[in-house]
């Protein structure tokens, strides 16, 4: 059984940085590609990053390139996201996520899931 566990939320002011960490447990990280997703409040779930197998491949969604940055240490088993120039519109429960494959962005490859931790970003 694989689990994922997310920390390092919190309150930040705008132009602030949170990293939060996802650590796995249950099977070795590199089997996995990790995703981040968010899901602010009235709104869909939506992709924030994700990294492949080795670290070596990355991807972003349109608003937080160039203020986030996904990393992982395959041998510690955890993946990070920190984020930098933090807005209100970042708010939301960020999860992370693990897939067995590469072949898109969307929430269907992903098989594993964390409970989430908040962001709350003011104003």
């Known amino acids: 059984q694989v689990q994922l566990v997310e920390s390092g939320g919190g309150l930040v002011q705008a132009g602030g940085s949170l990293r939060l960490s996802c650590a796995v447990s249950?099977?070795?990280?590199?089997?996995?590609?990790m995703g981040w997703f968010r899901r602010a409040p009235g709104k869909e779930r939506e992709f924030v990053a994700r990294?492949?197998?080795?670290?070596?491949?990355?991807d972003y969604a349109n608003p937080v390139k160039g203020r986030f940055t996904i990393s992982r240490d395959n041998a510690k088993n955890t993946v990070y996201l920190q984020m930098d120039s933090l807005k209100p519109e970042d708010t939301a429960v960020y999860y992370c996520?693990?897939?067995?494959?590469?072949?898109?962005?969307?929430?269907?490859?992903?098989?594993?899931w964390g409970q989430g931790t908040q962001v709350t970003v003011s104003s």
């Open positions: 996520a693990a897939a067995r494959s590469w072949e898109s962005t969307g929430t269907g490859p992903y098989d594993y």
């Open positions: 249950g099977r070795p990280l590199s089997y996995y590609v």
């Open positions: 990294i492949n197998w080795s670290g070596g491949s990355t």
